[in-house]
T-cell receptor, first 115, second 112 residues
């Protein structure tokens, strides 16, 4: 399987704990994106990387959230001091610049439940 | 700001019925437009795309035409199947940006 992979698929944590999610993009893709999706809503953009550089962050990404992409390969998204409002599906996507259209390919997501 | 508005679901159809899911957008410049589909228990999959006015994207019997004058990108299929039951998301990527802005999704249920 050469698609985008995410780990873990499910995470249950207690409020106040820290969690970290991992995303492995399609190997030749240089752009990587994180989105958050709550029930009944479409995905909302959080941040994006081009290679190892984090080029854009949404206002949704509070100080408790941090994302990294060391060496321009896999990426991690960490949430510190989790709150119940952080419960959502966290989606990762990757793309390769080709022409003027940057199709994003999505992973299966990590479902976070904060109790 | 940039936004996408989709018709609310759920949409329930009988097999072989005609499908239309409306999508309109607000964006500066000339965005690229996409339809993604999410089958139960699976991730988002790109269904089709269009990058400029009057482009028609098509895939698996689904079609959508980029209408600049009405800022719309409605999804259509002539004859739906039970296997088309899923949630459909309209999305845009505005000029000069790479992030996607999604609509809220429309759930389609096709009955045999």
């Amino acid at each position: 399987d050469t698609g985008v992979s995410q780990d873990p698929r499910h995470k249950i944590t207690k409020r106040g704990q820290n969690v970290t999610f991992r995303c492995d993009p399609i190997s030749e893709h240089n752009r990587l994106y994180w989105y958050r999706q709550t029930l009944g809503q479409g995905p909302e953009f959080l941040t994006y990387f081009q290679n190892e550089a984090q080029l854009e962050k949404s206002r949704l990404l509070s100080d408790r959230f941090s994302a990294e992409r060391p060496k321009g390969s896999f990426s991690t998204l960490e949430i510190q001091r989790t709150e119940q409002g952080d419960s959502a599906m966290y989606l990762c996507a990757s793309s390769l610049a080709r022409g003027s259209v940057y199709e994003q390919y999505f992973g299966p997501g990590t479902r976070l439940t904060v109790t | 700001g940039n936004s996408v508005t989709q018709m609310e679901g759920p949409v329930t159809l009988s097999e072989e019925a005609f499908l239309t899911i409306n999508c309109t957008y607000t964006a500066t410049g000339y965005p690229s437009l996409f339809w993604y589909v999410q089958y139960p228990g699976e991730g988002l999959q790109l269904l089709l795309k269009a990058t400029k006015a009057d482009d028609k994207g098509s895939n698996k019997g689904f079609e959508a035409t980029y209408r600049k004058e009405t800022t719309s990108f409605h999804l259509e299929k002539g004859s739906v199947q039970v296997s088309d039951s899923a949630v459909y998301f309209c999305a845009l990527s505005a000029s000069g940006t790479y992030k996607y802005i999604f609509g809220t999704g429309t759930r389609l249920k096709v009955l045999a």
